[in-house]
């Protein structure tokens, strides 16, 4: 059995880690998630393929084949370096993904590009305070009045909101059918009249999650992906493209390299960490 990657994709290597030593200098630290020099290297890493590969073109990514190792083989080569990597989140690895198998093509054309860039942020309108592990009980309320949706009700735990500029979420709309029949899925501008964000504060002063109050929120009724009450159908969607990012192979080798390059600069009565046989011995048990 040849295990090689064979010419082709070792080419495809040296192009990548031409590309990384080129821009080994881009430093992104302390820029906001939405800021220019943010954005414009989104865009960069898009042009040249590093990320949103396989999104079409008209949709704002490369729009090149599904190939799982040239994606293994960026993945790689940036892990390695301390160049800035591609910005996730929830709008880019679980709404994207969702809207390009079950949007409109209005919501793809107005919401994938601007969120590959960086350009909005996302949040998710999920749990609510009696409707956690039981999501499908939730009774976060949407009418149609003409043609707009009016949204009363509350979620929590919802990171990211103080940021979001647009939220994916799940209100009851089907009042008297089945709870899991009985859902929509919309997608809510974050600034629209009537939306209060109190963050939770954490035991560290910190605060990563909130809640998001609803108060005849009013928003298009073309806002919704999907059919009306077949949120349920669309959420899973979404669920199935995070549960891909919570194991995320590239988050752990960019953290493991983090971690050795700690170690090698970090000392302990003049020891490099990593040149301590205790902390190497962990290290290896690590790998």
Request: proline share 5%; with cysteine; hydrophobic share 35%.
């Amino acid at each position: 059995m040849d295990l090689e990657y064979g010419p082709e994709y070792n080419e495809f290597r040296e192009e990548v880690r031409s590309f990384v030593k080129d821009n080994e200098g881009v430093n992104l630290i302390g820029e906001s998630l939405r800021s220019t020099a943010r954005v414009e290297w989104q865009q960069t890493l898009i042009d040249n393929g590093y990320f949103a590969r396989s999104t079409p073109k008209e949709y704002g990514g490369f729009g090149g084949d599904i190939d799982i190792l040239k994606t293994r083989i960026i993945a790689e080569e940036f892990a390695k370096s301390s160049i800035p990597k591609p910005l996730g989140g929830q709008g880019i690895q679980m709404l994207v993904p969702t809207l390009l198998e079950l949007g409109t093509e209005e919501q793809k054309q107005a919401y994938v590009k601007p969120t590959l860039r960086g350009e909005i942020i996302w949040c998710q309108g999920y749990s609510e305070p009696n409707s956690g592990s039981d999501l499908a009980s939730l009774q976060t309320k949407g009418e149609l009045d003409g043609d707009e949706w009016v949204i009363n009700g509350q979620k929590i735990w919802t990171s990211t909101a103080k940021f979001a500029q647009m939220c994916f979420c799940l209100v009851r709309t089907e009042p008297d059918a089945p709870k899991h029949q009985g859902i929509s899925y919309l997608l809510i501008p974050m600034d629209t009249p009537g939306i209060e964000i109190r963050p939770i504060k954490q035991m560290t002063g910190d605060a990563d999650f909130n809640e998001v109050f609803f108060t005849d929120v009013r928003i298009p009724a073309a806002n919704i992906v999907g059919k009306r009450g077949e949120g349920w159908k669309v959420a899973n969607a979404t669920l199935t493209h995070e549960r891909g990012s919570l194991a995320d192979p590239d988050v752990m080798q960019n953290r493991l390299y983090a971690l050795i390059d700690l170690m090698k600069s970090e000392t302990i009565d003049g020891e490099r960490v990593i040149d301590k046989p205790v902390f190497r011995d962990r290290l290896l048990r690590v790998q």
